[in-house]
């Protein structure tokens, strides 16, 4: 019994030991966004203190952080729902047909996958200089495009097998075509693990700051992850607004990992774990 | 006896080209945006051409062996190295433990919430990480330094000596990325079937046993997908570096690809660039290559 007790003791400690480690920086955060910039730097530190949301205001009104936030929302949506639409019939095909080359193909999205991206950022880079689309979204949105069609892929062809083949035929023998019957009966029956797919390649679009930072780096094209190394330049770092807009770009990733942190282990490893 | 042979169905045309029509455009697409400019790259590091003075010369290879000669791109391979090999086994030990801990019985609503909470380091925006390590190691007014403080510790200039810079990013690393390894491990764990388990619990008290004999097989590909990805993510370890000292001070935490980086777009040599693009690109598709068959071998 006390063996028992202390074991579970044991247990307790070491997992709260690790929440506390992955949630202080995370307080931190959130704690100097609502802090006084002298607060921010107090030692000890002033664990209980009135909330002040100047820094939020500041942040909004000196760094245009809002525009950055929908500059990102607007790079991320179009990124997944590109990769979503040329991605979701690519797993289909690959989930529903066996033809010549078609493992080598889906292996060549894991190739994707592992791309170093300063290495396609080079060349993408001289591209947009001479079309003259640096700090155009679509030039992102393209280049995003390395990382979600595999991750969009790889989580889609499972689901699409999972789908009953007995539901296509019987559409197929009411004279539906091959594309309506992925658009009409496959497609909404996998919409949970579209959702999955496209949760996870937009908290990877979210955050990116490589390719954002050089292709489009103008203070009206910028996204949010760029906005922070925006305030390197400075003299001072002013550590109140730099982490209100911490919180607010962080805000939308942790609550979508959240929703899906059942899945995160599968999405990130391409499927090879189930 | 001769083996009843199944005649092979003639497909007509039409059908042979219907999964292409699913396939293609997605093929299409990263034919553009990731094989496209990898030629490019090739190309270019052929060339010796500074971005903006004039075009591209030929010079064949004399931007790789430039490169194999550059003492500053060879220091940068091996700081990622050590940077792989100094973060990656105590990710693994880490994780491991995280994984058998969420896979015991007790602390139910404990073990739900770490369960939760591991994927946030994983959310979170590298930029802001970055700037919040910046932060909390700061040698005068950091909390890290003042947790240190009341421990009795002299404070560490974090963010000036070389040593403690590139120890900084290696913990910060390893708060990014034990999570994803605590994760995969602890879906490999939940792979052991529930009536093995409960036969050897009856079996043995041994916690050693019970971890040898029946935990590590079922974690053997958990463990294999989790070296191979890490070692890929850290390879690609580009944006929380660079938002903490862009690879400061001086050179201490410059890895590969923020040498890249540099050459490229603060230093505009981009035959250089290319050069080490290439070479980089060849390792890890090497890497990628190898582990890849056999990491999928039940797929496809």
Redesign the interface.
Known sequence: MTKHKLLSLGHGLFLGFIALIIIFPFYWMIASSLKTENQIFQLPPVWLFKPHFASYAAAIVNDNILRALLNSLIVTVGAVALGIAVGAPAAYGLARYTFRGSSQIQFWYVTNWMLIPVVVLIPFYLLAANLRMIDNPIVLILIYQTFVVPVVVWLLVDQFRAVPIALEEAALLDGMSKFGIFLRITLPLTVPGITVAAILAGIFAWNDLLYAFILTPGTDARTAPTVMMSYLGGYIIPWGRVMASAVMITGPVVVGGIAINKYIARGLTLGAVK | MTEPTLHEVKVPRIR?W??????G???L??L???L???V??AY?SFHNWT?GMGPPVFNGFDNYIETLTSSDFISSILRTFLFLIVTLPIELCLGL??AL??D?T??AW??R????????????????????V???F?TQ?G?VN?GLHVLGIAPIDWLGNAHAALGMVMMTQI?EWT??VA??L???LA?VPQDIEEAITLETESFWARFRYIKLPFLR??LV?SI??QT?FT??T??MI??VEKGGPGDATQMI?LH??RI??RGFD?GL??AE?VL??IV??VL??TV??F??KD??
Do not use: C, H
Not at chain 2, 18 to 23: I, M, R
Not at chain 2, 121 to 128: E, G
């Open positions: 042979q219907e999964p292409w029509f699913f396939v455009p997605s093929l697409l990263l553009a945006v990731g496209y400019p990898t490019f790259v270019f971005m433990s995280i801990a969420l015991q007790r602390n404990l073990r919430l770490v369960q939760i909470l591991l994927v946030v380091p994983i959310a979170t925006t590298p930029s802001v990480v970055g700037m919040l910046q932060l909390m700061n007014l909390v003042y708060w999570p994803f994760l995969v602890s879906a490999s792979t590909p958990g997908a191979v990805f890929i390879i690609k580009f944006d660079y938002s690809a890249i980086e490229a777009f981009v660039a290319s693009s980089t690109l890890t598709i990628a290559q890849v068959s990491l999928y797929e496809v």
